[in-house]
């Protein structure tokens, strides 16, 4: 009989924890370095980044492909790839951390939430903690999209800004972050 | 002609040319992957298997690159107009091939357990550890043949 009630109970928790994960792996991520100086806007953007997110802890986990960064002009896309970010060299920008307000997110009632999440970001192989607010929306019980807009420091992450343009690229990216979740399945 | 006025028109001419060159390079588009050469050729399950077996590896040896592939399709979306295949890989992992724009309408066509060949830029393998497995990410893709 106890061993019946250990296995509904191992059986139960599996099921707990693959239904409070999400997932996508077509989130979109913007990065914007224009400043008022700037002949255009320097924009790219990524339409495949992968994120996790569990529900229940809060833990949050994003994966970016660097190379996979478009930009509208090929000359602003090769200086980015190239001499900014070294794409080819660090090919993976990875994000670790938590919503550290889950417990306020309320599964059992649509809206939007808003949300702190603080982690470790790895860019251009440095790693640094960042943190940043934006959103969760739930539907019928569920995590269904996040957003948020937040900006980091180029230097904290070792891309220099040659001198002839430092007036025309910003020393602070702004990132924007706009995904939405599906349940991961087991 | 009076060397002074050889030397102004060179100036100028050289100056102009320097201009339209500038000009024309700030606003070239990416080109098309329809228009580079692919380094090399897989079948997208030993392609998948090369990524698994030793990420760091590959990633050095591929990212970045243009890659022919021929795979046999799983699923097929299409999201604010870009359109994803994801082939089928090796047991754990799939190969997600994001289309150009221009090339949407006809690889949106793709359908489930149908074969095709394609190119694309080989980015990098994205496993998240949260979840179970992961896939590699092959983006601005090309369709180059349907296989029956």
């Avoid at chain 1, 924009?43 to 229940?56: E, K, L």
């Avoid at chain 1, 090919?91 to 550290?100: A, L």
């Avoid at chain 1, 602070?172 to 599906?182: G, P």
């Avoid at chain 2, 390079?25 to 329809?34: C, G, L, V, Y």
């Amino acid at each position: 009989m106890k061993k019946i009630l250990f296995l509904v109970a191992v059986i139960a928790t599996c099921t707990a924890t693959a239904q409070s994960r999400y997932f996508t792996k077509t989130g979109k991520v913007t990065f914007d370095a224009t400043t008022p100086t700037s002949p255009e806007k320097i924009r790219a953007s990524n339409d495949n980044a992968v994120s996790v997110i569990d529900a229940g802890t809060g833990a949050m986990e994003f994966m970016i492909s660097m190379t996979a960064f478009n930009f509208e002009k090929a000359l602003m896309g090769e200086h980015f790839h190239e001499n900014y970010v070294e794409s080819e060299k660090y090919p993976k920008c990875n994000f670790k951390g938590t919503v550290t307000n889950i417990i306020e997110v309320d599964l059992n009632k649509d809206g939007n939430y808003p949300v702190n999440v603080k982690g470790m970001m790895t860019l251009h192989g440095v790693t640094k903690e960042v943190t940043a607010t934006g959103t969760l929306t739930t539907k019928g019980g569920a995590i269904t999209a996040g957003k948020s807009d937040f900006k980091i420091q180029l230097s904290d992450f070792n891309v220099t800004i040659p001198g002839v343009v430092t007036d025309k690229v910003s020393k602070d990216a702004r990132i924007k972050v706009d995904v939405t979740y599906e349940p991961v399945k087991k | 002609m009076k060397k002074w006025k050889i030397i102004v028109l060179a100036i100028l001419i050289g100056g102009i040319g320097a201009g339209i060159y500038g000009y024309l390079e700030w606003n070239r588009k990416p080109a098309s992957t329809s228009e580079k050469e692919a380094i090399a050729s897989f079948k997208a399950d030993s392609l998948a298997s090369i990524f698994e077996d030793n990420d760091s590896i590959a990633t050095i040896q591929f990212t970045g690159k243009i890659i022919s592939l021929e795979g046999v399709v799983e699923q097929c979306t299409k999201d604010h107009g870009v359109v994803r295949l994801r082939l089928k890989g090796s047991d754990m992992s799939g190969i997600i091939c994001e289309f150009e724009a221009k090339d949407s309408a006809q690889s949106g066509q793709a359908q489930p357990g149908a074969t095709v060949c394609l190119k694309g830029q080989c980015n990098t393998y994205q496993k998240a550890d949260m979840l179970p497995s992961g896939d590699l990410l092959l983006s601005n893709c090309v369709v180059t043949e349907y296989k029956k």
